[in-house]
């Protein structure tokens, strides 16, 4: 059985998260677009996820036409798209990046005929931050607006549109050896990035699309998890169930438990892969500059916490992250630390760690 989870209003901005030296924490690029112009009046507006294909849909209507968004980001792509469709044509669409959370100064959006794009730096230093750099990518050209760094096009004639993203920096977790100085500092993301978006707006969505779900699926349907929807909890907004579940209601809702359950697995499968950073404490998601817990790792209990259900439901593979990150980046600098603290050889960690070789 397929879970989707149906969810409130929400902006139709979304987050990308990269850490900050300074602060050594998750901040955030924020990239948006604005469809139409002037205020329409909404009505039927449904928001969800599919648990079963990663898909994230929003639906609603205006007097024009009804309006329908995909989103989702693709392992095998290595990009998120969005796909907007309506049963009519559509009007003014606007493309843009903002930075909500660092200063001006730090950061630069500009554009082109088919794209919008942030790049940046966390800090000036010393030590010079990371840097960062974000594209979005339209499969409809518009015109740009340097002053403001907006994509403005015009799809009076169409009614679809992808947008596909793209985000890098200059992160190498193995860069963090004494060789280098424990910098962790790679290449820049400018060329990276590039190739991505170009190489993914290059295919058809349904391709892309057909290749994510291929991937998401195969992970998420290793394991099933059936419960009866004892309180026909079935089409119930989430928010709902989660209110009407409380220490009154003795018998629970198995529904609601394994709704839960498989959003976990899927939050495991979106942000623990072989060539990603482990879940940590917070999680890749923060809206604002300062995670809760600087969004770290924690290994008096945290840590393990992430893991405890991916070998028993067969997510083992994506394990690898948190083995890569211990290689990478505890072994080197924890080795210093046994020395210098307690004479000793190997390698030591305590409490709590970042990216950045924090063993202490």
């Known amino acids: 059985m397929r879970s989707l989870v149906l969810l409130g209003m929400s902006s139709l901005a979304t987050a990308n998260s990269l850490w900050s030296s300074k602060a050594a924490s998750w901040d ?5 677009y604005t469809l139409g112009n002037g205020k329409l009046g909404v009505s039927d507006y449904t928001r969800s996820l599919d648990l079963g294909t990663g898909i994230h849909t929003t639906t609603y209507s205006t007097g024009k036409g009804k309006y329908t968004t995909d989103v989702y980001c693709s392992y095998p792509a290595q990009v998120c798209i969005y796909k907007l469709n309506s049963t009519a044509a559509l009007s003014k669409v606007t493309i843009y990046f903002d930075q909500l959370v660092e200063e001006s100064s730090l950061w630069n959006a500009t554009c082109d005929s ?31 607006d340097s002053s403001t760094g907006k994509l403005a096009i015009n799809a009076r004639n169409s009614s679809s549109l992808t947008i596909v993203i793209g985000a890098g920096t200059d992160f190498d977790g193995t860069k963090g050896t004494a060789a280098t100085d424990y910098t962790f500092k790679g290449e820049d993301p400018a060329e990276y990035v590039e190739k991505i978006t170009s190489s ?10 057909t290749e994510h779900i291929e991937d998401y699926s195969g992970l998420m349907s290793a394991f099933t998890l059936d ?20 220490a009154n209601k003795t018998d629970g809702d ?40 600087s969004g770290d790792y ?18 083992g593979e994506l394990t690898v992250a948190v083995f890569n990150y211990m290689e990478q980046n505890w072994m080197p600098r924890g080795a210093e630390t046994a020395e210098l603290l307690y ?18």
Request: aromatic share 8%; net charge negative; glycine share 10%.
């Open 114 to 144: 088919d794209f919008a794009r942030l790049r940046g730096v966390t800090q000036e230093g010393p030590p010079r931050g990371m840097t960062y750099d974000t594209i979005a990518r339209s499969s409809i050209p518009g015109r740009c």
């Open 298 to 315: 924690h290994a008096n209990i945290n840590l393990q916490m992430n893991l405890w259900g991916a070998e028993a439901t067969g997510l």
């Open 28 to 32: 955030t690029t924020n990239e948006a």
């Open 200 to 209: 993914a707006l290059s295919q058809s969505e349904s391709k892309l699309r």
């Open 254 to 293: 198995p529904y609601l438990e394994k709704l839960l359950f498989d959003y976990g697995r899927h939050l495991f499968i979106s942000s623990s892969r072989a060539n990603s950073l482990p879940p940590n404490l917070q999680g890749v998601w923060s809206p604002t500059k300062n995670a809760a817990w």
């Open 227 to 246: 419960l009866p929807d004892t309180q026909d909890s079935t089409g119930t907004e989430l928010s709902t169930l989660i209110t009407n579940y409380n």
């Open 343 to 360: 004479g000793g050889a190997g390698w030591v960690t305590h409490d709590e760690m970042n990216i950045f070789g924090h063993t202490g």
